[in-house]
């Protein structure tokens, strides 16, 4: 019957959609954080309880198997629940929140919903650098990933095998350029009395910072829970950038790391590190569901040293385009830029 493979096919991908609707929210959330390989893609579907059903007996392909993971819904990010895409700007910026300051004397170039409080995702990281560089601890240390540091917020894939032994400075260099969960997360169970005496320490730099908007429950910044305003999130820029390691570990544009019996290598999250248009001094992104795109940063454009905050932003190229933008903007507006009108002064530099 000439109409049969049309048939099956037809069959085939009905069953596929039926998977996608079956996948459990921390599923969808697992696919969008890394690309998913073959075998955890074939995991993914098998959680649940049709996907089962259909999955057994039977070997998904690595284009099925991904196929179903992006058929599935993401979860609207809080700023757009909140309505905060809705808020025009100048620039047309895809980011529902936006902050740009003149680090050297603390006026503000560009505001967009900067006091929202929202999930910022991997941003978190850069207090989890923070706290581990002020704590003076030996970078040569050696730690090694339990699996105690898997995720089990979002479900995300890593790299870095539960056994791999690596020190503290390399988790650190893959914490902040490579945004890798498992890195942060052994970062804060080892320090001096353990995760509850890092959160706390966390959450007392904020304080000290004068962060009121801040909250962290966690390293990684997998819990949603993790908040900050992009006014607070310049508090931490201003003073993560003067961190001679911290500037220098999230700009790297990759390192090898030896896992195993295997070299690793690992890049930089941010595509702007490698771009020769940028000087970046600090920069650190962010991504799950609930936040968005996330891009903080600091870099020097047309003579000027400028704290970037890009929250919640829609698609995963628009952080970069967002940034690109105000870069433009400002050095078509050089050598004094386009303060706001009302010249507010935001942030002064604050010692840590």
């Known amino acids: 019957m000439p109409g049969v493979p049309n048939l099956i096919r037809f069959v085939h991908t009905i069953a596929l959609s039926v998977l996608a609707l079956a996948l459990t929210p921390a599923a ?81 170039l560009l505001r967009k919903n900067d006091s929202a409080v929202l999930p910022i995702a991997s941003i978190t990281k850069l207090m989890t650098g923070l706290i ?72 007392q730099k904020a304080q000290i910072l004068g962060m009121g908007d801040t909250r962290y429950v966690e390293p990684t910044g997998l819990s949603s829970r993790n908040q900050s305003s992009a006014q607070d999130l310049a508090r931490l820029v201003a003073t993560a950038s003067n961190d001679k390691m911290l500037s220098e570990l999230s700009t790297s544009t990759g390192h090898d790391v030896e896992v195993g019996r295997r070299t690793v290598r690992f890049g930089n999250t941010n595509r702007l590190v490698k771009n020769p248009a940028w000087d970046i001094g600090l920069q650190k992104t962010g991504y799950i569901s609930e936040a968005g795109q996330c891009l903080v940063m600091q870099a020097k454009v047309a003579g000027r040293k400028l704290i970037m905050v890009f929250l919640d932003s829609a698609g995963k190229l628009s952080r970069i385009g967002d940034a690109e933008r105000v870069r433009r903007w400002v050095e078509t507006n050089s050598p004094t830029g386009v303060p706001m009108p009302n010249g507010n002064v935001l942030i002064r530099q604050v010692n840590s």
């Open 28 to 108: 969808v959330e697992a696919a969008q954080v890394k690309r998913v390989t073959k075998k955890e893609a074939t995991s993914v579907v098998k959680r649940s309880r049709v996907a089962k059903s259909y999955a057994v007996g039977r070997q998904l392909s690595a284009r099925q198997a991904r196929s179903v993971v992006r058929l599935a819904p993401a979860r609207p990010s809080f700023g757009k629940l909140a309505g905060l895409h809705s808020t025009e700007d100048e620039l047309d910026l895809k980011s529902s929140v936006a902050l740009v300051i003149d680090q050297d004397n603390g006026q503000i």
């Open 132 to 203: 581990i560089s002020e704590a003076k601890l030996p970078m040569d240390e050696t730690i090694t990933i339990t699996q105690d540091d898997v995720d089990t917020e979002k479900g995300s894939s890593s790299r870095l095998r539960v056994g791999t032994t690596l020190t503290r400075g390399e988790l650190m260099h893959l914490s902040l350029m490579s945004s890798e969960n498992r890195a942060a997360h052994a970062l804060g169970r080892t320090y001096p009395g353990g995760m509850n005496a890092f959160v706390e320490a966390m959450n």
